[in-house]
């Protein structure tokens, strides 16, 4: 079973659209949890960190359930410019070592 | 501020060949990471860095990859001899510890093995 897994998508919405999509990940020790946004043929950037109360960035939403060791990113009115790879990733705190999902890909079509 | 810099941006070689890629992390960055992403894929780490130490190589396939950190700040990360199934992007990163292992990455170095 891998680390964190996700839906691979692809999401194509319309621009306007809200999107959402989860990951799960095993590993109940993990400490820390961001998501990243991957373009085509470019590095990850980082998108926003996930706090465990939920945090908003924008017209990003990111939520961590503990219990049920999954996180989800929710994105509002989406833009054209919000067609990426969104890769969720959790941190290992004790060994500092990130495992990275393999993407959900979102296209937003205009 | 500059960011992670690689290079090359792009390598084509043929298989049995040696490559060599190199990574500058962000200024002050005491952490640096090498990873590779296969297409579709997430990255995977290979070898970790904290100043000029490898704490976790436990992914690094030994017997043709090897990388170093001599002096605790750029880095080099080699194959000998490449094969088919090494063609990937290899990523830099570079973290700060104090800052809750965020990490920035690099454009990464295209690796092409024909």
């Known amino acids: 079973r891998k680390e964190v897994e996700q839906d691979p998508g692809p999401f194509n919405v319309p621009e306007g659209a809200t999107v959402a999509f989860n990951c799960t990940y095993s590993n109940s020790a993990s400490q820390s949890f961001f998501w990243y946004r991957q373009d085509c043929r470019k590095e990850p950037k980082l998108l926003m960190s996930v706090y465990s109360s939920g945090n908003e960035d924008g017209r990003f939403t990111a939520q961590l359930n503990r219990a049920s060791q999954y996180i989800s990113l929710l994105i509002r009115d989406s833009k054209l410019s919000d067609s990426a790879t969104y890769l969720c990733?959790?941190?290992?705190?004790?060994?500092?070592?990130?495992?990275f999902g393999a993407g959900t890909t979102v296209t937003v079509r205009a | 501020e500059a960011g992670v810099v690689q290079s090359p941006r792009y390598k084509i070689i043929e298989k049995k060949q040696p490559v060599a890629f190199w990574c500058n992390p962000i200024?002050?960055?005491?952490?640096l990471y090498w990873y590779r992403q296969n297409l579709g894929q997430g990255p995977e780490l290979l070898i970790r860095?904290?100043?000029?130490?490898?704490?976790?190589d436990s992914q690094l396939p030994k017997d043709r990859f090897s990388a170093e950190r001599l002096k605790g700040v750029d880095s080099t990360l080699k194959i000998q001899p490449a094969e088919l199934g090494d063609s990937a992007v290899y990523l830099c990163?570079?973290?700060?510890?104090?800052?809750?292992?965020?990490?920035?990455f690099g454009a990464g170095t295209r690796l092409s093995v024909l």
């Open positions: 990163a570079s973290s700060l510890r104090s800052v809750g292992n965020i990490q920035y």
């Open positions: 860095y904290e100043n000029e130490e490898a704490v976790d």
């Open positions: 990733v959790v941190n290992d705190y004790d060994d500092y070592k990130l495992s």
């Open positions: 200024s002050g960055h005491n952490t």
